[in-house]
């Protein structure tokens, strides 16, 4: 089942593998050590791209691109200046408001920020998630406290849109080192800021260490404290919150996050990149070797594709809108239900709103502040 061509598609993903090394709690598709591998994987993702435009109709100016990977800082300039020509040449990109490039610390040539600029890229997403080398180390992340700084100085000349990742609940981080990093932090030069909870996957050398005993996390209590901590101290330095996990100043929320939270169409081009044509999910194959064949061969490369249900739809509305601050709107959920489905839901949410993890006013049901570190869960007690 492949994606819809015929959608009002504006956003692509485009996806990076190759990385110089493996974080140890790294759930995403990349690869290490394969850098030989870059200029062939290049000419095969070119083909993915060409093959798409070929496919639809004329598609109207694209609004936002995203380079993601693996670690895209990687991307050696040539390959990257090719492809935006392709891209230029193929697509509409008179009307772009964002492009952004996920970079690495320690990954990063001064000269290469020109390029990207050149290239046309207008925001940085730089993976910085904590200042602690040790801790760092242990987690195999190959940087150092001073590739961060060298980075952020760099950047700052060269691009308006910066932004930076952290991670809370990291073992080995206390609290009075977690907080004397934040107020650090927020006199960085950056205007966004996205701070995620530490996720353990399976199948990663984190999920092994803690399966085996040989790691212990931070308890949940504590992190929980110190997510509400950050985000009155990101708060007070004019960041402002508008998602559970992201931060801006004003004019500077990041445009592509929000084609996601609001279930627009987009395109993933790439191993492994998921699409969303506004019915369906779709993902490719996630074998490098396989990509490149499959596509040298003029195959399919989707590996997976579901068509979403009612119910599934509905899940997706609830968690999205409740994880931004401009809330869910009620009737979005409500109108293709059934009279049952209804009225268990309006009950449920009355009984949210007495127990203070919900609140409504015009039409627009909020997660109260004091329960964002567990939207998940209400979201799916409210469809219950």
Known sequence: MEYNCAVDTRSFYIHWPFCPYRCHFCPFVAISGQDHLMGQYHKALMKEIITFAQKTAPLGPLETIYLGGGTPS????????DMFGILR??????????ITLEA??????KEQLAVWKEAGITRLSIGVQSLDDEVLRKLNRHQKVSDVYQLINWAQHEFDALSVDLIIGLPGIEEAQWKSMIHEVVQWPVNHISMYFLSIHENTPLYTRLVKNELTLPPE???VDLYYWTVEAFAKAGLEQYEISSFARAGFQAQHNQVYWERK???GFGIGSCSFDGQRRLQNIKNVMHYMKLLEEGKDIEASSELLTPEQIRLEKVMLGLRRMKGLVISDVLHDMTDQERNRFMYNMQEFEIEGLVKQSGGILYLNKSVVAVENEVALRLLQ
């Open 265 to 267: 169409p987009y395109k």
């Open 104 to 109: 690495n610390p320690g990954t990063v040539q």
């Open 89 to 98: 040449d193929t697509f509409d990109l008179s009307k772009i408001s964002e």
């Open 221 to 223: 209590d504590p992190i």
């Open 74 to 81: 990687t991307w050696p300039n040539e390959l990257l200046l």
